[in-house]
């Protein structure tokens, strides 16, 4: 492995990789950004989205790239107004649209890119060679970039945000235009230098899947708010009911759980999706079996049912704004 490993950041005791509180971002009379407040401590967070929600905006409001019009976002500590050449110094960022110079290969494309960032000559040629064959463009690096197909362009792309051995990677839509087989390397890379090589990463896209493969912390951000954030594994877990089987009367117990304010749903094969009224994430299994107990129909199956992410989004979209 080419890229060295980072030192993971005490997420406990550190300031946030990221914070952003009350941040509001306006194009004209657009307002692309109403009010975000998130925290992130490390690990590897998905910035999930329909486009236009804001997610680019976003990132380049807290790189320091763009000035808020309201509120105040931070990168480990420093103050995206005020400190964006020191963020920028600690973080890779991967933009959307290519930012190639025409004429420079590959190699010296990176390299270029090492040296904005800070590294001396030598180290940048030495850190580009590394890190253009950790993304798999080894045979490619001598070529002009604006020959490069589009899978090869993402590459390079991400080969120039890590050059420097950032402690955060910002990635934004990452896999945009890639073909399924370009998709899936990218975000193996991606996901490895999240779980194995301890760097944070911020991988915005609208895409479910990617945030799947690589994310265990979403932000939900819908026209310029977020609307939902957390571990993934917690929030399907918190949205979820379980999923029962009765002994005896299904809809005697269906009734009685209806009774007691909680929703019920039926799979239309003899089980039933029992979930907290509130969505509050309170219901246990005891009290599913004390229940059944108490109907006089006693559960013979209890198992937590885990909402996907797609239903997750739907559902955070679907939602007032908080
Ligand atoms: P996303 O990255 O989620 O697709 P963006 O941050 O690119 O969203 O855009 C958020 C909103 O701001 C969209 O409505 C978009 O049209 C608008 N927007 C983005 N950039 C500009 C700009 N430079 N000028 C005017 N409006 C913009």
Same mark, same amino acid.
């Given at each position: 492995?080419?890229?060295?490993?980072?030192?993971?950041?005490?997420?406990? !005791?550190?300031?946030?990789?990221?914070?952003?509180?009350?941040?509001?971002?306006?194009?004209?009379?657009?307002?692309?950004?109403?009010?975000?407040?998130?925290? *992130?401590?490390?690990?590897?967070?998905?910035?999930?989205?329909?486009?236009?929600?804001?997610? /680019?905006?976003?990132?380049?409001?807290?790189?320091?790239?763009?000035?808020?019009?309201?509120?105040?976002?931070?990168?480990?500590? *420093?103050?995206?107004?005020?400190?964006?050449?020191?963020?920028?110094?600690?973080?890779?960022?991967?933009?959307?649209?290519?930012?190639?110079?025409?004429?420079? /290969?590959?190699?010296?494309?990176?390299?270029?890119?090492?040296?904005?960032?800070?590294?001396?000559? !030598?180290?940048?040629?030495?850190?580009?060679?590394?890190?253009?064959?950790?993304?798999?463009?080894?045979?490619?690096?001598?070529?002009? %970039?604006?020959?490069?197909?589009?899978?090869?362009?993402?590459?390079?792309?991400?080969?120039?945000?890590?050059?420097?051995?950032?402690? %955060?990677?910002?990635?934004?839509?990452?896999?945009?235009?890639?073909?399924?087989?370009?998709?899936?390397?990218?975000?193996?890379?991606?996901?490895?230098?999240?779980?194995?090589?301890?760097?944070?990463?911020?991988?915005?896209?609208?895409?479910?899947?990617?945030?799947?493969? %690589?994310?265990?912390?979403?932000?939900?951000?819908?026209?310029?708010?977020?609307?939902?954030?957390?571990?993934?594994?917690?929030?399907?877990?918190?949205?979820?009911?379980?999923?029962?089987?009765?002994?005896?009367?299904?809809?005697?117990?269906?009734?009685?759980?209806?009774?007691?304010?909680?929703?019920?749903?039926?799979?239309?094969?003899? !089980?039933?999706?029992?979930?907290?009224?509130?969505?509050?994430?309170?219901?246990?299994?005891?009290?599913? *079996?004390?229940?059944?107990?108490?109907?006089?129909?006693?559960?013979?199956?209890?198992?937590?049912?885990?909402?996907?992410?797609?239903?997750?989004?739907?559902? !955070?979209?679907?939602?007032?704004?908080?």
């Amino acid at each position: 492995m080419s890229v060295p490993e980072t030192t993971t950041l005490d997420r406990a !005791a550190g300031p946030p990789v990221l914070a952003a509180r009350g941040l509001v971002v306006r194009y004209g009379r657009k307002e692309a950004l109403k009010g975000v407040d998130v925290s *992130f401590h490390g690990g590897s967070l998905g910035l999930l989205g329909p486009n236009g929600a804001g997610k /680019s905006t976003f990132l380049r409001a807290i790189l320091g790239l763009l000035k808020p019009d309201r509120g105040s976002a931070a990168v480990l500590g *420093f103050d995206s107004a005020r400190a964006g050449l020191q963020i920028r110094a600690q973080s890779g960022y991967m933009p959307e649209s290519d930012c190639h110079v025409p004429g420079l /290969s590959g190699v010296e494309f990176t390299a270029y890119c090492g040296r904005i960032s800070g590294l001396g000559g !030598a180290d940048a040629r030495r850190r580009a060679h590394e890190v253009l064959v950790y993304v798999g463009l080894q045979e490619e690096r001598y070529r002009k %970039v604006e020959e490069y197909s589009r899978g090869m362009r993402q590459k390079v792309k991400l080969a120039a945000a890590l050059v420097h051995d950032p402690a %955060v990677l910002f990635l934004d839509e990452p896999t945009s235009g890639l073909d399924p087989q370009a998709r899936q390397e990218t975000l193996e890379l991606i996901r490895d230098l999240a779980h194995n090589k301890g760097m944070h990463v911020v991988l915005s896209s609208h895409l479910l899947k990617d945030v799947e493969t %690589v994310c265990d912390e979403v932000i939900v951000l819908a026209e310029g708010q977020a609307r939902t954030s957390g571990r993934i594994d917690a929030l399907k877990r918190m949205a979820s009911g379980f999923v029962v089987r009765v002994d005896g009367e299904v809809e005697r117990f269906a009734r009685s759980a209806q009774e007691a304010g909680l929703t019920v749903e039926r799979d239309g094969r003899g !089980a039933l999706l029992v979930q907290d009224g509130g969505g509050a994430g309170a219901l246990t299994a005891r009290a599913l *079996f004390a229940l059944g107990r108490a109907a006089g129909t006693p559960l013979r199956h209890v198992v937590p049912a885990e909402e996907s992410l797609e239903d997750l989004f739907l559902r !955070a979209l679907a939602q007032e704004p908080r």
